[in-house]
């Protein structure tokens, strides 16, 4: 199956085109035009979205667990199109399209699942104890409820499992909520045949169209009037933390604020103890050389920091990152705006007081190879900007001079998605005066791994204090994402009659 664009934006159910396009910019393969979204068909599609809430909203769980499998189906019916458009415009690998697929279609069954189940509502039931002095109990239930309609950002780093239909869309249909998608301008492609696919199920599943909208563009103003359309409820975004704070600050100056549920940018440190790095430094390298440079090292839960401490384990900790990182050369990067952006990065690193080039070679328009660079903890200390996220495959190694000064680098940490601790059994004192830090500023701790891979479970943490993101009681990924898109509601001596279907 070939897929062409025609480049036009799904709105309520309708194939739309505007006047005005953009070309897209694929790593390889043939551009196209797309047409770039208004304000005028933001409108549309939220207001349609409003209505099909009232359907939507209220509908089965059933009925609403048989449309993400659909969903799922329908994906599975166009794999070998959306790998093809997908790597030609992302320049990722096929398998790494193949696999990001399987994890799509993978939580779109898992959220259906997860609904069937019923656990997520928390239904709780108080009931009336009319006898009770001096005043009479009410009958109180309680379930979590579907917000309304809600806007997505597709990321650019996952153009299926982040993006147009992925964790957050997913989460928000499982829980009720219709979407409005603004499409990320690096896949637009790849936007287009995800939107094909739900359009199939909503048809096959005889739903109202306005449960799914997706709307095209590299601008910012139909961007900003979709989050801050009156009846859009929630935003779920991942993405820079300029652009998720601009978003994230509109949210908050609506009349009505609404939550904006943030993936922003992370470094993911790593804390090594001082038995592993003797007995497995070399080894651990290794594994970080290719967690770091996995996806061209555009991955928000890249490991960007490894903290030592300072001697000659050390040393041969550097030099065994160097070999392994040196012959995995150039990779393409998404887009030239995140290879311009990660030139700069590395440049500001470069520049910095006190920090050393251990590994350097080039990086030309959208291909990027590895860095690394080692500093001292005194250093770290001294400049914020050491602790930066710089998107691509670039590590720095911190040497310490002690576990207390790895202690004070971990409590001026900002907020991450994870936390790494490398140990051996004899380093359990070590690790355990690390861990109520690091519980501290991140969503995930680990032990004797590496953060990139995020497992799509019941357990999944991704999320963190800011900026990790901006709300750190939230995941966007696994089935803990879904409850961003409900709100509880308690109902008071009303009639089981007329009660939601969850609550019957
Ligand atoms: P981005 O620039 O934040 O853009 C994400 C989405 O938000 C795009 O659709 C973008 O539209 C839109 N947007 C950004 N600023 C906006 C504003 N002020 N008003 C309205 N819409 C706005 O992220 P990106 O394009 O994916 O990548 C750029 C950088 O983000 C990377 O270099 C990296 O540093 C970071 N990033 C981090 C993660 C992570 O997981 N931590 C993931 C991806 C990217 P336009 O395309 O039209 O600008």
């Not at 030609?88 to 799509?104: A, I």
């Not at 592993?276 to 594994?287: M, P, S, T």
């Amino acid at each position: 199956m070939t897929f062409t664009p025609h480049g036009k934006h799904l709105i309520a159910g309708e194939w739309v085109g505007t006047e005005r396009t953009f070309t897209s910019s694929p790593a390889h393969g043939d551009a196209h035009d797309f047409s770039v979204g208004t304000t005028e068909l933001v409108d549309h599609a939220v207001q349609a979205a409003e209505e099909a809430f009232w359907s939507f909203g209220y509908s089965a769980r059933a009925d609403r667990a048989a449309f993400l499998n659909t969903i799922a189906d329908e994906i599975e019916a166009r794999a070998d199109a959306i790998t093809a458009i997908g790597t030609s415009e992302t320049g990722l690998p096929e398998g790494r399209l193949q696999g990001e697929r399987g994890r799509t279609v993978g939580q779109l069954r898992l959220f259906a699942q997860h609904i069937l189940d019923g656990a997520y509502l928390d239904r709780r039931h108080d009931a009336a104890l009319p006898d009770r002095q001096p005043l009479p109990r009410p009958d109180i239930k309680m379930v979590q409820r579907p917000i309304g309609p809600v806007a997505v950002f597709g990321a650019s780093n996952f153009p299926l499992a982040f993006s147009t239909l992925g964790g957050d869309t997913a989460s928000a249909l499982a829980a009720g909520c219709p979407v409005v998608v603004k499409g990320h301008a690096a896949h637009p492609g790849t936007g287009e045949i995800m939107a094909e696919a739900i359009h199939a199920a909503i048809q096959k599943c005889g739903l109202h169209a306005g449960v799914f909208s997706l709307i095209q563009g590299d601008g910012h103003d139909f961007a900003q009037a979709l989050v801050q359309h009156p009846l859009i409820n929630a935003v779920g975004f991942t993405g820079s933390l300029r652009g998720g704070r601009a978003l994230f600050d509109l949210c908050a100056q609506r009349p009505e604020p609404i939550p904006f549920f943030g993936e922003l940018g992370s470094v993911n440190p790593m804390f090594f103890m001082p038995n592993a790095l003797e007995n497995r430094g070399a080894d651990i390298a290794a594994g970080w050389a290719a967690s770091l440079t996995m996806g061209a090292g555009q991955f928000c839960t890249n490991p960007g920091i490894a903290v030592v401490i300072d001697g000659p384990q050390a040393d041969a900790f550097v030099s065994a990152a160097s070999d392994a990182l040196e012959p995995i050369g150039a990779q393409t990067m998404l887009t030239d705006g995140i290879a311009d952006a990660y030139r700069a990065g590395r440049d500001k690193i470069a520049g910095a007081k006190g920090v050393q080039e251990v590994l350097t070679s080039m990086c030309d328009s959208r291909n990027a190879t590895p860095y690394l660079f080692a500093t001292t903890g005194q250093e770290w200390l001294n400049n914020h900007a050491l602790g930066e996220e710089v998107f691509g495959p670039l590590g720095m190694v911190v040497k310490v001079a002690d576990m207390d000064e790895m202690r004070t680098i971990a409590k001026r940490l900002e907020g991450q998605l994870t936390c790494t601790l490398h140990m051996e059994d004899s380093d359990l004192d070590d690790a355990a005066s690390l861990l109520p830090i690091l519980e501290r500023k991140a969503g995930r701790v680990l032990a004797n791994g590496f953060p990139t891979g995020v497992e799509v479970c019941d357990t999944m943490v991704h999320g963190g204090p800011y900026p990790a993101s901006t709300n750190f009681g939230a995941t966007s990924v696994g089935t803990m994402a879904i409850r961003r898109f409900l709100r509880p509601v308690s109902y008071q001596n009303i009639p089981d009659a007329i009660l939601p279907l969850d609550l019957g």
